[in-house]
Each structure stands twice: as structure tokens, then as C-alpha cells.
């Protein structure tokens, strides 16, 4: 027992004189050298909208609305993952006039690590008074609700489709 003990002595009296033993800089002798640090500020996320492309546009006529099918291409130009959030959709009817309005419900958006994108088709669904029968103009937004916490939300819309129902 007594031997135990004196061992137990000897390696923690060992093990806590070599913790202290101070760090030494790699370097060549008489001149240190610390590592470079460089630290950047974590960038918020920063959701773009980089590509819309038209797919399709049905009309329910029974339902007397207008199905919009577009494919988007999301990215995440921040720093730091997105949250989940939403698209919206635009109109404004005739093309080129009048105030943009909400085109039906929001559709989810998945999370996004930073410099990442996605794309998935979309559809919105809007009513024939939302829409009209002639050229219309067509634009989503992505985080509507400012749920992610972005260091441009300025540019959160997408490019603008001109849309002829008439001619799908």
C-alpha cells in the first residue's frame, strides 16, 4: 500500500511540474514567431435569389385561377447558415404598370449553409382578377417576413418574367 501511494506521489508531483512547463513559440532561436491570426467578422447570411425560369402557367377553369410554375435558384451569400424561410410571389397586371401585388400563399424555403444553393420548382396560385388575361409581369422575394437576419436584404427580389397566358 505504501508503495501505491509513494507512486501516486511521484507521478502527480511529475505530471503538475510538467504542465508548467512554459510554451515556447515555434521559431529559429532568439526569434519567435506567433502564428498569423487573422480574424474575420462572421458575415450574416445573405439570401439571393440567382435564377428564375418560367416553366408553366395553367388556367383552372372551374376554379378560375392561374397555376405559375417557375423554377428558382436560391444562394446564400453570407457567412452564417439561413433559417428557414418563405418565397412570395408577385404580380403586377398589365406588364410594365400599376403596383405589385401578392400572387396566393408563401411556399417554405429549407435551410441554407453559407455559399450554398438551392433550386426546386415552384407553383403559386393566383385568382383571375390577381392576374388578368394580358401580359403580366412575374417576381418573387425571397424571406418576405425579414425571418433571417441578412446583411443586404436589399436585394432579397428576383429578376422580373413578363407572362402571356395566352400564349401557354
Not at 504542465?19 to 474575420?40: C, E, F, H, M, Y
Not at 418560367?54 to 405559375?68: E, G, L, M, R
Not at 457567412?79 to 403596383?99: C, D, E, F, I, R
Amino acid at each position: 500500500m505504501k508503495k501505491l501511494i509513494i507512486l501516486l506521489v511521484i507521478f502527480f508531483c511529475t505530471t503538475q511540474i510538467n504542465a508548467q512547463i512554459p510554451q515556447v513559440p515555434k521559431g529559429t532561436p532568439g526569434k519567435q514567431s506567433l502564428p498569423n491570426v487573422n480574424p474575420r467578422p462572421l458575415v450574416p447570411a445573405d439570401l439571393v435569389i440567382t435564377n428564375l425560369t418560367f416553366v408553366s402557367i395553367v388556367f383552372n377553369v372551374d376554379a378560375k385561377t392561374y397555376v405559375v410554375k417557375v423554377i428558382a435558384t436560391i444562394r446564400n451569400n453570407g457567412g452564417v447558415q439561413s433559417n428557414k424561410t418563405m418565397l412570395q410571389a408577385y404580380t403586377k397586371t398589365p406588364s410594365g404598370s400599376g403596383s405589385w401585388k401578392i400572387m396566393g400563399g408563401k411556399v417554405n424555403m429549407p435551410v441554407l449553409d453559407p455559399a450554398k444553393t438551392y433550386s426546386s420548382v415552384y407553383s403559386f396560385k393566383g385568382s383571375v382578377v390577381e392576374i388578368g388575361s394580358v401580359l403580366f409581369d412575374f417576381r418573387l422575394r425571397v424571406d418576405p417576413d425579414g425571418l433571417v437576419v441578412e446583411s443586404n436584404a436589399s436585394n432579397n427580389y428576383s429578376s422580373i418574367l413578363e407572362i402571356n397566358p395566352r400564349a401557354h
